[in-house]
């Protein structure tokens, strides 16, 4: 059963003073992502890359940092009892409950002692227990509220990424409702499981296979570059069908999760990045829905880094690329 991949190329015609004002045209790549209709486009030249960003300054005074060892032990909340535990712990990876929540069910984990790391310097150790830590925390919530039905766990690295601390740490949330992103990609994906009678990520990765915009797989997991990207250097990591649901904190499949996102991360910083968003979208109970994990880039961070969060991103929830994912896929294959 094929999987449409719809485009369309749009001209913009002007007088350039780049070509001393001869008439130029610019064309624009506007595409359709397959499953939910949302809309990308690639438009060339439009993220900035600065060559040997300084950040040392920043990124290296850990004073007053509440997730670092010694402090968070003492600065950070305790777990209600029902969670089983005051704080969480699983290799350098400590969870607590967020002080700034997002919803009922909102936690942090710190996960890594050092209090910064370069994205080339990630192991996949430390993603696997950071994982394990907050995804323990989400089966604890799903047994606690049987109206909980989504959980996300996320990551904002440095601060073009949304993070106002430099020391790496992850987030949880998990509700009744699920955020708009993932209610729009669950409702799209029952439909078609409901349509076709297939597993739409199956049927996705089959079709990909191959091309340039498949990576590769990590075990249980396959790597793709999304036809419709979110944003820059746009990469997803899929379970494979069979696996649905909150998988074994310490299982196979988290592991999988982390050794691919260590490649992803080798591949940005190859491109002279630093800085990146994560995103596990889970759902209890969903067979049209395994786990899903996205990776974005943001911008480089500098002492005077831009925001690429545009009026396209905060308002339109438009993804806006400069390189189409054929070739930043093909790029990043070779990090696999």
């Given at each position: 059963?094929?999987?449409?991949?719809?485009?369309?190329?749009?001209?913009?015609?002007?007088?350039?003073?780049l070509?001393?004002?001869?008439?130029?045209?610019?064309?624009?790549?506007?595409?359709?992502?397959?499953?939910?209709?949302?809309?990308?486009?690639?438009v060339?030249?439009?993220?900035?890359?600065?060559?040997?960003?300084?950040?040392?300054?920043?990124?290296?005074?850990?004073?007053?940092?509440?997730?670092?060892?010694?402090?968070?032990?003492?600065?950070?909340?305790?777990?209600?009892?029902?969670?089983?535990?005051?704080?969480?712990?699983?290799?350098?990876?400590?969870?607590?409950?967020?002080?700034?929540?997002?919803?009922?069910?909102?936690?942090?984990?710190?996960?890594?002692?050092?209090?910064?790391?370069?994205?080339?310097?990630?192991?996949?150790?430390?993603?696997?227990?950071?994982?394990?830590?907050?995804?323990?925390?989400?089966?604890?919530?799903?047994?606690?509220?049987?109206?909980?039905?989504?959980?996300?766990?996320?990551?904002?690295y440095?601060?073009?990424?949304?993070?106002s601390?430099?020391?790496?740490?992850?987030?949880?949330?998990?509700?009744?409702?699920?955020?708009?992103?993932q209610?729009?990609?669950?409702?799209?994906?029952?439909?078609?499981?409901?349509d076709?009678?297939?597993?739409?990520?199956?049927?996705?990765?089959?079709?990909?296979?191959?091309?340039?915009?498949?990576?590769?797989?990590?075990?249980?997991?396959?790597?793709?570059?999304?036809f419709a990207?979110?944003?820059?250097r746009?990469?997803?990591?899929?379970?494979?069908?069979?696996?649905?649901?909150?998988?074994?904190?310490?299982?196979?499949?988290?592991?999988?999760?982390?050794?691919?996102l260590?490649?992803?991360?080798?591949?940005?910083?190859?491109?002279?990045?630093?800085?990146f968003?994560?995103?596990?979208?889970?759902?209890?109970?969903?067979p049209?829905?395994?786990?899903?994990?996205?990776?974005?880039?943001r911008?480089?961070?500098?002492?005077?880094?831009?925001?690429?969060?545009?009026?396209?991103?905060?308002?339109h929830?438009?993804?806006?690329?400069?390189v189409?994912?054929?070739?930043?896929?093909?790029?990043?294959?070779?990090?696999?």
């Amino acid at each position: 059963m094929p999987i449409e991949f719809e485009r369309d190329v749009q001209e913009a015609t002007f007088h350039s003073p780049l070509e001393e004002f001869a008439e130029t045209t610019v064309e624009t790549e506007i595409r359709m992502d397959p499953l939910t209709g949302r809309t990308a486009r690639v438009v060339t030249d439009n993220f900035l890359l600065p060559d040997s960003p300084e950040i040392d300054d920043a990124v290296l005074d850990s004073e007053g940092c509440f997730f670092c060892p010694g402090t968070v032990e003492e600065s950070t909340p305790t777990y209600p009892e029902w969670v089983g535990t005051d704080r969480g712990k699983t290799g350098e990876a400590t969870s607590f409950p967020n002080l700034n929540p997002y919803g009922a069910y909102s936690n942090v984990v710190a996960l890594t002692e050092d209090h910064y790391v370069p994205i080339d310097e990630f192991t996949a150790e430390q993603f696997s227990d950071g994982l394990c830590a907050a995804l323990e925390y989400v089966r604890q919530v799903f047994d606690q509220d049987d109206d909980a039905r989504f959980a996300s766990v996320n990551m904002n690295y440095l601060r073009p990424a949304g993070s106002s601390l430099i020391h790496p740490h992850m987030q949880t949330l998990v509700d009744d409702r699920g955020t708009n992103e993932q209610r729009r990609v669950a409702d799209a994906a029952r439909a078609f499981y409901e349509d076709h009678d297939e597993n739409y990520w199956g049927e996705l990765a089959i079709e990909e296979r191959g091309g340039d915009r498949y990576l590769a797989e990590t075990g249980n997991v396959h790597w793709l570059a999304p036809f419709a990207p979110k944003h820059h250097r746009h990469l997803v990591g899929v379970a494979a069908q069979i696996h649905t649901g909150v998988p074994e904190p310490s299982g196979d499949v988290v592991h999988d999760f982390a050794r691919g996102l260590v490649n992803v991360l080798s591949y940005y910083a190859s491109c002279g990045l630093n800085s990146f968003n994560v995103a596990l979208f889970l759902e209890r109970d969903n067979p049209a829905l395994p786990p899903v994990l996205n990776v974005t880039a943001r911008s480089v961070f500098d002492e005077y880094y831009w925001s690429d969060a545009t009026f396209f991103t905060s308002l339109h929830d438009e993804g806006v690329v400069d390189v189409p994912p054929e070739e930043y896929g093909y790029e990043a294959h070779k990090f696999f």
